[in-house]
């Protein structure tokens, strides 16, 4: 059973950088693609990017000045970091499988951006 | 970037309604569209890709249709279940893009 959980900060500060986790269980990451997905509160869907586990990456041009992902296979995990974030950036954080269609997905988790 | 327009945004039906949400793409996308449920606090779920295919586990009152430009997502007869909103995403192009979603509410 593949199973997704994000962790991170739930409270992020304005101009800091926003940093989350995606532990993988069931699969290692080493055998798919792997995403983040972001969703406004209320609001709709937006992808932010994807990594395979050999570092190569592609991010949403919204997004890629401020944007990277990274992987730990030895950790079984990969990782979003965003920096300057704004209260535009406030948001449930989704981390999912595959880069194309995405049919595996974590329960999300809110990072609100604040002071 | 594809601009993907659903219609309707809202939607108010029965239980046992056949229900049906137009997905529209700005540029051809030839088949590379997917479709997901999401219902309040949680993840979105795969329901068909391809267009048309679909998802395992899936039931079979759903289902997807067409190529290009338009696509639809029919529900054949409404359950207590799927009242949730649906997203439309493309999976041609990068970025890849969605739907604004429809919200299906009991009537």
């Known amino acids: 059973q593949v199973r997704l959980q994000e962790s991170g900060p739930g409270l992020v500060k304005p101009s800091e950088t926003l940093s989350l986790t995606c532990t993988v269980s069931?699969?290692?990451?080493?055998?798919?693609?792997w995403s983040w997905i972001r969703q406004p509160p209320g609001k709709g869907l937006e992808w932010i990017g994807y990594?395979?586990?050999?570092?190569?990456?592609d991010y949403n041009p919204s997004l890629k000045s401020r944007v990277t992902i990274s992987a730990d296979t030895s950790k079984n995990h990969f990782s979003l970091k965003l920096t300057s974030v704004t209260a535009a950036d406030t948001a449930v954080y989704f981390c999912?499988?595959?880069?194309?269609?995405?049919?595996?997905w974590g329960q999300g988790t809110l990072v609100t951006v604040s002071s | 970037d594809i601009q993907l327009t659903q219609s309707p945004s809202f939607l108010s039906a029965s239980v046992g309604d056949r229900v049906t949400i137009t997905c529209r793409a700005s540029?051809?996308?030839?088949?590379?569209l997917a479709w997901y449920q999401q219902k309040p606090g949680q993840a979105p779920k795969l329901l068909i890709y391809?267009?048309?295919t679909l998802q395992s586990g899936v039931p079979s009152r759903f289902s997807g249709s067409g190529s290009g430009t338009e696509f639809t997502l029919t529900i054949s007869s409404l359950q207590p279940e799927d009242f949730a909103t649906y997203y439309c995403?493309?999976?041609?192009?990068?970025?890849?893009?969605f739907g604004g979603g429809t919200k299906v509410e009991i009537k």
């Open positions: 540029q051809g996308i030839t088949s590379y």
């Open positions: 990594i395979y586990y050999s570092g190569s990456t």
């Open positions: 069931g699969v290692s990451i080493s055998s798919s693609y």
């Open positions: 995403q493309q999976l041609n192009f990068y970025p890849l893009t």
């Open positions: 391809s267009a048309s």
């Open positions: 999912a499988r595959r880069n194309d269609l995405f049919d595996y």
